[in-house]
């Protein structure tokens, strides 16, 4: 190993559909980090603390996704508040003592890109499950000073998993019932979907979308989602998990680095890699 070779990699089990490769990987290039390389591991939840243990000097950091996030937080030697309060990370970064901090950049990540789509302080926000992505959710409704969230969920007992999550975020949360989720969509200022892949699909006929609201729509493949393509065709701002997938990796990115983020050629890496 030489003083400029470093490694990074993205946990998860399933992970070979991940193209956060992708993204890192054209960030060091555009920011000149020739000795930078990033890469995709498989890692189940609970191999994950044994992986973390053995990784080398020559690792800067680590991105996870499901389902290592909480595993991550509890091998963390220190964590960043909205990490603790959200109960997950997807972010592990080495620091010069060789100690492992937790972030999680999901929560920026919504923030950042419901903050482009428009959403303002004060705004009402519904979110469909109540599952690790809900809990990022929820952060970025604090941060972006939202009056309310609603979350629909099809079993009570995961939304009441979520209420000492809201409590320690500062969240005047709700719940609702499934058979209800198309009220309160259609009642939104924003709605936020982190259900699984078909879950949420036959709400796009059922939906009567509030004008000017905004859609988030945690998936993107396939993309647009049934969901997403009836709230594009009624003229509301629309943001997809790929623009989340973009987000959070800046931030990790810098995390890792040091060095501010090349977003656009990242950007471009991820349009590129869809398109083909």
């Not at 982190?194 to 988030?216: N, S, Y």
Request: charge should be neutral; hydrophobic fraction near 55%.
């Amino acid at each position: 190993m030489t003083v400029s070779t470093r490694r990074a990699a993205v946990l998860g089990k399933p992970i070979a559909h991940s193209l956060s490769p992708v993204i890192h990987n054209a960030g060091y290039a555009a920011a000149g980090l020739t000795g930078w390389s990033y890469t995709r591991i498989e890692c189940a939840a609970a191999e994950l603390p044994d992986l973390v243990a053995g990784l080398g000097p020559e690792w800067a950091g680590l991105s996870v996704t499901m389902p290592g996030k909480e595993a991550a937080l509890a091998v963390a030697d220190a964590a960043s508040p909205v990490a603790v309060a959200v109960g997950a990370a997807n972010t592990l970064v080495r620091r010069p003592d060789g100690s492992w901090y937790a972030d999680n950049t999901d929560v920026a990540g919504m923030v950042r890109v419901l903050t482009d789509a428009g959403v303002v302080a004060g705004a009402a926000v519904t979110v469909l499950g109540a599952g690790g992505t809900a809990r990022a959710a929820l952060a970025a409704a604090a941060q972006l000073a939202c009056s309310s969230v609603t979350v629909v969920a099809r079993r009570a007992a995961a939304v009441d998993e979520l209420r000492p999550v809201a409590g320690a975020l500062g969240v005047a949360l709700t719940s609702a019932g499934w058979a209800d989720a198309h009220r309160h969509l259609s009642a939104a200022e924003v709605a936020v979907s982190t259900v699984p892949k078909g879950v949420a699909d036959p709400l796009a006929t059922e939906v009567a979308w509030r004008p000017g609201a905004v859609f988030f729509d945690a998936l993107y493949d396939p993309w647009p989602t049934p969901l997403a393509a009836c709230a594009v065709a009624a003229g509301l701002r629309v943001v997809s998990g790929l623009d989340l997938l973009l987000a959070q990796a800046v931030g990790q990115f810098e995390q890792f680095t040091g060095v501010t983020a090349p977003r656009s050629a990242m950007a471009a890496a991820l349009a590129a890699a869809r398109a083909g």
